[in-house]
């Protein structure tokens, strides 16, 4: 069976509670009030099985009402056990076994991220035992050591979260990496696509050129200059076109039209159904109406995805009445 990190330290905490509980049960001199020892070993069982298991499978962070509990617990059992017995044995082992317990329950609290309260656990704990045995003897009876181990604890749970912190950082670094070969990949093929597509074009009319010397007819002229068109629409505004812009592009300029796309990200983050719309709408545009120039512009705009404007020759009165055709094309359907 696997076994958590979680898991295996609950096992052990709740381990050395047990010790602890079973050195307060096993005493050697019966105690004068053995009923207030048999409570506070009691009230440290319910507390300390709280601190532990009370929503860990769900959190780390440990309720602050439990851990509440737990620090009125560690005034309250050291009094308990102090009144249980006769002076003479407060030092004997099984008398002294709240100093380790209690420095257990500060180390719960500290792991489970309630810190303040951990630490507040031991300065209760010290003042309780130097009341009751005086400083030096608690310190020579265990005291040392719970203050140790909750400083060793509250250092590892530092060391642990920044572990943890650097390994989602490291993780997000890693992702953001691995999108950034995905686009570069992605760039590469759209690259290569267009250098087949080029290759395609132009390279039967430069095969051309070059065995007649550039001494093209005036057809081959046209098909060079419908060639360069098509290339440079390919590399302004490849995200406009498809088979029937290409072609209604391509039918203005046999008719001596002057047609210029540019796209400047207008249909950024449009789904690829919008998208199509969009380029069917702009083919429909162009085949219906006549103009001389033509400039598609597809600009980062938060209502138009592309605005298409018709011009007519120079010669005109004015630029506003050489305006043919003016048609915005939004980014939402209005369907």
């Given at each position: 069976?696997?076994?958590?990190?979680?898991?295996?330290?609950?096992?052990?905490?709740?381990?050395?509670?047990?010790?602890?509980?079973?050195?307060?049960?096993?005493?050697?001199?019966?105690?004068?009030?053995?009923?207030?020892?048999?409570?506070?070993?009691?009230?440290?069982?319910?507390?300390?099985?709280?601190?532990?298991?009370?929503?860990?499978?769900?959190?780390?962070?440990?309720?602050?009402?439990?851990?509440?509990?737990?620090?009125v617990?560690?005034?309250?059992?050291?009094?308990?056990?102090?009144?249980?017995?006769?002076?003479?044995?407060?030092?004997?082992?099984?008398a002294?076994?709240?100093?380790?317990?209690?420095?257990?329950?500060?180390?719960?609290?500290?792991?489970?991220?309630?810190?303040?309260?951990?630490?507040?656990?031991?300065?209760?704990?010290?003042?309780?035992?130097?009341?009751?045995?005086?400083?030096?003897?608690?310190?020579?009876?265990?005291?040392?050591?719970?203050?140790?181990?909750?400083?060793?604890?509250?250092?590892?749970?530092m060391?642990?979260?920044?572990?943890?912190?650097?390994?989602?950082?490291?993780?997000?670094?890693q992702?953001?990496?691995?999108?950034?070969?995905?686009?570069?990949?992605?760039?590469?093929?759209?690259?290569?696509?267009r250098?087949?597509?080029?290759?395609?074009?132009?390279?039967?009319?430069?095969?051309?050129?070059?065995?007649?010397?550039?001494?093209?007819?005036?057809?081959?002229?046209?098909?060079?200059?419908?060639?360069?068109?098509?290339?440079?629409?390919?590399?302004?505004?490849?995200?406009?076109?498809n088979?029937?812009?290409?072609?209604?592009?391509?039918?203005?300029?046999?008719?001596?039209?002057?047609?210029?796309?540019?796209?400047?990200?207008?249909?950024?983050?449009?789904?690829?159904?919008?998208?199509?719309?969009?380029?069917?709408?702009?083919?429909?545009?162009?085949?219906?109406?006549?103009?001389?120039?033509?400039i598609?512009?597809?600009?980062?705009?938060?209502?138009?995805?592309?605005?298409?404007?018709?011009?007519?020759?120079?010669?005109?009165?004015?630029?506003?009445?050489?305006?043919?055709?003016?048609?915005?094309?939004?980014?939402?359907?209005?369907?």
């Amino acid at each position: 069976m696997n076994r958590t990190v979680r898991s295996v330290a609950t096992s052990l905490a709740v381990g050395f509670a047990m010790y602890f509980v079973a050195r307060g049960v096993w005493w050697i001199e019966q105690p004068t009030a053995p009923l207030l020892m048999v409570a506070a070993i009691g009230v440290y069982l319910v507390v300390v099985c709280a601190a532990i298991l009370w929503d860990s499978a769900t959190s780390v962070r440990m309720p602050l009402f439990t851990a509440l509990l737990a620090l009125v617990a560690s005034g309250v059992i050291p009094a308990l056990v102090t009144l249980s017995l006769d002076p003479a044995t407060l030092t004997a082992p099984f008398a002294t076994w709240y100093i380790g317990a209690l420095g257990l329950l500060g180390i719960v609290c500290v792991v489970r991220r309630r810190l303040a309260i951990g630490w507040l656990i031991i300065v209760v704990l010290i003042a309780a035992s130097s009341a009751a045995l005086g400083f030096f003897v608690a310190l020579s009876l265990g005291l040392v050591g719970s203050v140790m181990w909750v400083a060793v604890a509250h250092l590892l749970v530092m060391f642990w979260d920044r572990a943890v912190h650097d390994t989602e950082r490291l993780a997000g670094i890693q992702q953001a990496v691995s999108a950034w070969h995905a686009t570069q990949q992605v760039r590469q093929k759209e690259r290569r696509l267009r250098t087949q597509f080029a290759v395609a074009v132009a390279g039967p009319l430069l095969s051309r050129a070059v065995a007649t010397q550039g001494e093209l007819d005036t057809a081959e002229r046209l098909e060079a200059r419908l060639a360069e068109g098509r290339l440079r629409d390919e590399l302004r505004g490849a995200d406009l076109l498809n088979d029937a812009v290409r072609d209604a592009i391509e039918e203005a300029r046999r008719r001596g039209a002057v047609v210029t796309v540019f796209d400047e990200g207008g249909l950024d983050e449009l789904t690829e159904e919008r998208r199509e719309e969009i380029r069917d709408e702009l083919a429909d545009v162009l085949r219906e109406a006549h103009a001389e120039r033509w400039i598609i512009r597809a600009a980062r705009d938060p209502r138009t995805a592309v605005t298409v404007v018709g011009r007519a020759s120079a010669g005109r009165a004015s630029d506003d009445d050489a305006v043919d055709v003016w048609h915005e094309i939004p980014r939402e359907s209005a369907h």
